[in-house]
Nanobody, 121 residues
Framework: QVRLVESGGGLVQVGGSLRLSCAAS????????WVWFRQGPDYERVLVAS???????SYAESVKGRFAISNDNAKHTVYLQMNNLKPEDTGVYYC???????????????WGEGTRVTVSS
């Protein structure tokens, strides 16, 4: 079993920055892919950024140029640096990891519990 724990959320003013982290622990062989999602007031969960094991990244149009995703394969951790934050960035941020568990030849998706980000104007 694998557990994901997000951290780094909080209250920030417009234009401010936050750095989110998501650490995976458990019986991990390797992590193929990480994704950050945001769930807004409408409860819709939207993709914010993703990174694969080759460090190829992709971003939602709304965050390009402001957010940066990175990962540390040795620590099984992914980060989301969020700069120039806007009120519409407010929500609960969840990480999702596509994990190959030890002894498996297939991958399994896991979710964290989320970390709340509030951007105040």
């Amino acid at each position: 079993q694998v557990r994901l724990v997000e951290s780094g959320g909080g209250l920030v003013q417009v234009g401010g920055s936050l750095r989110l982290s998501c650490a995976a622990s458990g019986s991990i062989a390797h992590i193929r892919h990480w994704v950050w999602f945001r769930q807004g007031p409408d409860y819709e969960r939207v993709l914010v950024a993703s990174i694969n094991s080759n460090s190829r990244t992709s971003y939602a149009e709304s965050v390009k140029g402001r957010f940066a995703i990175s990962n540390d394969n040795a620590k099984h951790t992914v980060y989301l640096q969020m700069n120039n934050l806007k009120p519409e960035d407010t929500g609960v941020y969840y990480c999702n990891a596509d994990v190959v568990n030890l002894g498996d030849d297939f991958s399994t998706h896991y979710w964290g519990e989320g970390t709340r980000v509030t951007v105040s104007s």
